[in-house]
């Protein structure tokens, strides 16, 4: 079955400090991995996506993700991180099952909190 | 300029009621999308349009009836509404020519089913 995996319901880190949140996925075929970042009481917002290509995407905010293939993970990374980073991160595989649609598979997602 | 709009953003009503929460897009898009995200965060597609025609259709009870009257709007209808139906409920919408295109998304309307 297809399935993204984010192992920790919360990351804490301390402002200034690097910050990575985990995403692991099973697709069959090649996959299309996305990161989305929900502030309180808002929608998801696009962050980045990895299609094909470079193995490190960039995306908005200063965020980055590593497509690894071998171990099936696409981690969010900042170098930086900034209280106004504080918010759930999900990040998502389009399904590959079931036809031309663009339908995504999301995680559980993470609660980052970064202290001042 | 809102890009994905939804009303009403708050829906508080009582069980057995009927329903309907509306999405607009301004921004050009073909497909449009319905999501479910519960009371633990988690979140899940229930239907897509595109071009007007449902494409995705998840296992969701038949009280939930999506309507598409054009390619700009996608509005849901809820009939019998249940406790369990309590949530927030996301649109979207994307380019669908496209199978990686994101999504982007609308404010969420708070349902509260009491």
């Known amino acids: 079955a297809q399935s993204v995996a984010q192992p920790e319901d919360q990351v804490n880190v301390a402002e200034g400090n690097p910050l990575t949140v985990k995403c692991t996925y099973s697709?069959?075929?090649?996959?299309?991995l996305f990161w989305y970042v929900q502030y309180p009481n808002r929608g998801l917002q696009f962050l980045l996506k990895?299609?094909?290509?470079?193995?490190l995407v960039k995306g908005s905010y200063g965020f980055e993700a590593e497509f690894n293939k071998s171990q099936t993970s696409f981690h969010l990374k900042k170098p930086s991180a900034l209280v106004s980073d504080s918010a759930l991160y999900f990040c998502?595989?389009?399904?590959?099952?079931?036809?031309?649609?663009?339908?995504?598979?999301f995680g559980t997602g993470t609660l980052l909190a970064v202290q001042p | 300029d809102t890009a994905v709009s939804q009303t009403p953003k708050y829906l508080v009503t009582q069980m057995g009621n009927d329903k309907s929460i509306k999405c607009e897009q301004n921004?050009?898009?073909?497909?449009m999308y319905w999501y479910k995200q519960d009371s633990k965060k988690f979140l899940k597609i229930m239907f897509s349009?595109?071009?007007?025609?449902?494409?995705i259709n998840e296992t969701v009870p038949n009280r939930f009836s999506p309507k598409s009257p054009d390619k700009a709007h996608l509005n849901l209808h809820i009939n019998s509404l249940e406790l369990g139906d309590s949530a927030v409920y996301f649109c979207?919408?994307?380019?669908?020519?496209?199978?990686?295109?994101?999504?982007?998304f609308g404010p969420g309307t708070r349902l509260t089913v009491l």
């Open positions: 349009y595109n071009n007007k025609e449902l494409i």
């Open positions: 979207a919408s994307s380019h669908g020519g496209v199978r990686y295109n994101e999504q982007f």
């Open positions: 697709v069959s075929g090649n996959p299309y």
């Open positions: 921004l050009g898009h073909d497909t």
């Open positions: 998502a595989v389009r399904d590959t099952v079931g036809g031309a649609t663009n339908k995504l598979i």
């Open positions: 990895y299609i094909t290509g470079d193995n």
